[in-house]
């Protein structure tokens, strides 16, 4: 009996020591889990402090960006301005483009015309003036001229526009030659002046006005002779007005005036035997007659086409600016938006 006594006690004994060991343990886990909580959420603090220090830097750095992006936005636009000062200052390696007046006045009255053809009185250039000038043109560059726009003004307002598509086609076989109207008298044209398109393969490009013309019947007409018809602008945008802005006093910076423009080097026009590296520098004899102004003229403004020694000169002349430009404020011309008709007012060209 003793000894099963003692068993027992040795039993109970040895599961208190269990017990008391548990809970030693117990209590060690608690401490040593609470060392580990202490530091799990001292490194979680340090974490913190680092995710606020890389949310700090995020910012700083998408500032950074953006104002990457600004400044090579800016230097994309100037990039961009210095390769079209360049194209503008270099000479072209033959003239792509001349324009030339069939009739300076117009039928059309438009708000800030660069032609001043709404302020032309009726006048018609020379056919013989013209056929001497084609002739001189085609010996001075061989005949290597890539299109030519017969405009105005209005054309189609000259009676004789055949004899002029006949003429340019004779001198230049090789080049495009567009008649650029507004259209309002294509319907009207006799049948001679149909085939002479078709004849001296002349394209019709009109610019599209918001008038009323019948441009259905225009175009049949212009697939019964097989004469091309393309807008000038677009099929679906009809024009806006412009508003070009002269400085009369001739205060512009002529290198800046001559590279910001979408004319200069361009839109060439040949006028009595000179070349101009623009149309306003070659009509601005209507502006002055017409509001008894003085912006003048030089012989440096043109180039004669009979006093030229040789292409490259013309070339080379077209590519610079001239003393106009002075009066040509670019920073000011702007498009003021769905097309206007004109009150002949100076005001349209002054600030």
């Not at 018609?124 to 001229?145: A, C, H, V, Y």
């Not at 002479?196 to 049949?220: F, G, M, Q, R, V």
């Not at 520098?281 to 043109?302: E, K, R």
């Not at 001239?322 to 002054?350: A, D, H, M, V």
Request: charged share 20%; net charge positive.
């Amino acid at each position: 009996m003793l000894c099963q006594k003692q068993i027992k006690r040795g039993g109970g004994q040895n599961k208190l020591k269990s017990f008391i060991q548990n809970k030693k343990l117990w209590i060690l886990s608690l401490l040593k889990n609470a060392k580990q909580h202490q530091k799990i959420k001292a490194r979680l603090e340090i974490l913190e402090n680092q995710n606020i220090h890389l949310t700090i830097q995020n910012q700083h750095l998408e500032k950074s960006i953006q104002t990457l992006k600004e400044q090579n936005k800016i230097l994309s636009n100037q990039n961009v301005a210095t390769i079209h000062s360049l194209h503008k200052l270099t000479p072209q390696a033959y003239l792509k483009l001349i324009e030339i007046h069939l009739a300076e006045h117009c039928n059309l009255n438009c708000f800030s015309c660069s032609h001043f053809s709404q302020l032309s009185p009726k006048h018609f250039p020379s056919l013989e003036q013209f056929s001497k000038d084609m002739q001189q043109l085609n010996s001075i560059t061989k005949g290597l001229i890539g299109r030519f726009h017969l405009m105005g003004g209005e054309p189609l307002l000259n009676p004789n526009c055949k004899d002029f598509f006949a003429v340019t086609r004779k001198f230049f076989p090789d080049s495009a030659i567009w008649l650029v109207t507004n259209g309002i008298l294509l319907e009207t044209q006799p049948q001679e002046f149909w085939e002479s398109c078709k004849e001296n393969n002349i394209e019709i490009h009109p610019t599209k006005y918001p008038i009323k013309i019948d441009w259905d019947l225009i175009e049949a007409q212009c697939k019964t002779y097989g004469i091309p018809l393309t807008f000038f602008n677009n099929a679906k945008i009809e024009k806006t007005s412009l508003k070009f802005v002269l400085e009369p006093k001739g205060n512009c910076n002529p290198l800046e005036s001559f590279t910001k423009c979408g004319m200069a080097n361009n839109c060439i026009q040949l006028k009595e035997g000179k070349l101009y590296p623009c149309n306003i520098a070659a009509n601005i004899g209507i502006f002055n007659s017409a509001f008894n102004q003085n912006l003048p003229l030089t012989a440096l403004d043109s180039i004669d086409i009979y006093k030229a020694k040789d292409y490259r000169e013309i070339l080379q002349f077209l590519a610079k600016p001239i003393p106009f430009c002075r009066f040509c404020n670019l920073s000011k011309w702007q498009n003021i938006g769905e097309w206007k008709t004109s009150k002949k007012e100076i005001t349209e060209y002054l600030e």
